[in-house]
């Protein structure tokens, strides 16, 4: 045992919280979790309610550089990505490594030790490739080491700018950035990314806007092979309307017969399923990924997974980034649809920000407090004016998923070692002056 942490109040799982919690760390795993015991002479006291690491299970980590200038006026999803292209047109791996490194230490700091990325941003302006063809993987994984969270490089397939009945369109602009010519280039390129400790890789098809069956096929084969496949699937109307223009059938239909809907794929979106759509994705023990601050920023609409399907949650554009938000928004944003309550338990929607986002970018061995499992912990203060008087054994689940957020994370531990104390991060200094000069570096 290299670490004890003595927890005040702990989530095992359950509908309630455990007091008195003691953890034993050793190298990077839980050893043992004693319920119920007193403060031992030389433990870590994380003071509060203490949960497993949190999964952000879907991020563009440039899209940070938009916060606040993309919020105002009448625009829809479609205007709000030229002003995306805008940041991504500059990003070099220099001013990548910069900014990924900052937002990653900002999700660090909210309690998110794992982070999806899905990652599309691979080459030169103008198509060009680096004379090191994953300097943009190995940029971000950089990131991510420096800020002291685990990372899912989900490498994007990116092949045409959108679907017409006569046929797949070309990149133009920015988007030649994103693509690797054909799937076979593209899985030649991932194959030949060797990740860092901490860090693994997965296979994602950006959507069918950028992918033609035949590549999917290709894609989904290497999704197999590293076990973690993610798509972009249903997040607008004109999505929908496309790929029945073009194939005479919805997106997720399309998914399933390219063999892209498996137990290890995350169907990110999934906002415009019809009855048959969600059925092929339970059929298939395939899961949904919820971004719904970006979704409702975006105006996209309220996705609504059926029973049965795993949820994961992702920041995506990171208009915030807070991953209470996010959950509470589930089963909030039902509540509104449906004009009834109770929908989803605190326990339901925090194993979605926990577990399931951790099985979802391939580290199922993460998620949870448990002997075996991977030491990550996280603590949010419960003596902070938004959740004073609320942390009892019996409500604190509730208070911390409906009231708590961001701000209220204390302490984080990942793989049994310290990246936030206090408030502050270990790892980086200064993550707001950081955030601030990365983002300068980005607008025109
Ligand atoms: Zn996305």
Redesign the pocket.
Known sequence: VNGRYWCELAWLGGDTLTAGVLVDVSGDRIAAVHNGTGAPAGAVRLDGITLPGLANV?S?AFHRALRGRTHRGRGTFWTWRDRMYEVAERLDPESYLELARATYAEMALAGMTTVGE?HYLHHAPGGIRYSEPNVMSAALAAAATEAGVRLSILDTCYLSAGVSASGMLPLTGVQQRFGDGDADAWAGRVRSFVPPAGVRTGAAIHSVRAVDPAAMRTVAAVGDELGVLHV?VSEQQAENEACQAAYGCSPTQLLADAGALGTHSTL?HATHLSTVDGKLVSGAGSGICLCPTTERDLADGIGTPAPGIPVSLGS?SHAVIDLFEEARAVELDERLRTGGRGHRTPAELMHAATEAGHRALGWPDAGRIATGALADLVTVDTRTVRLAGAATEADGLAAVVFAGGAADVRHVVVGGRRVVADGTHLLVDDVPGRLARAIERMLP
């Open positions: 879907h563009h899905f972009h990110v995506d």
